[in-house]
């Protein structure tokens, strides 16, 4: 599960921390995000590694994932062939990166 995939922000890093923080506070009530944990998979990219965990999201995480990708959208310029993968993550695998 990837929260938003390759993007380019329209503002500075900082408005993009604020944005998710403000989504996450919302979703805050003392509750964890539940999920079930599958392994892990160390990949090496062109610029380095990335370390993916994989999981299967509860109903919340996923709810929550949305929110967040509906939220910054707004200030971000995707490229055009992972637009679909933003909207619909579930066609996607289950991994989170890191």
Known sequence: MTLVYNFKPKVDDYSIIQTVAKV???FNKGELF???YDGIEVRRGKKGY???????PSEE???FR???????KLVIVQRPDVEEYNENPSKSNKFVAC
């Not at 990335?50 to 299967?56: N, P, R, S």
């Not at 949305?66 to 910054?72: A, D, V």
């Open 24 to 26: 996450a506070e919302s």
């Open 34 to 36: 539940n999920f079930f």
């Open 50 to 56: 990335v370390l993916a965990l994989k999981i299967v």
């Open 61 to 63: 995480l996923k709810r």
């Open 66 to 72: 949305k929110e967040i990708y509906n939220t910054l």
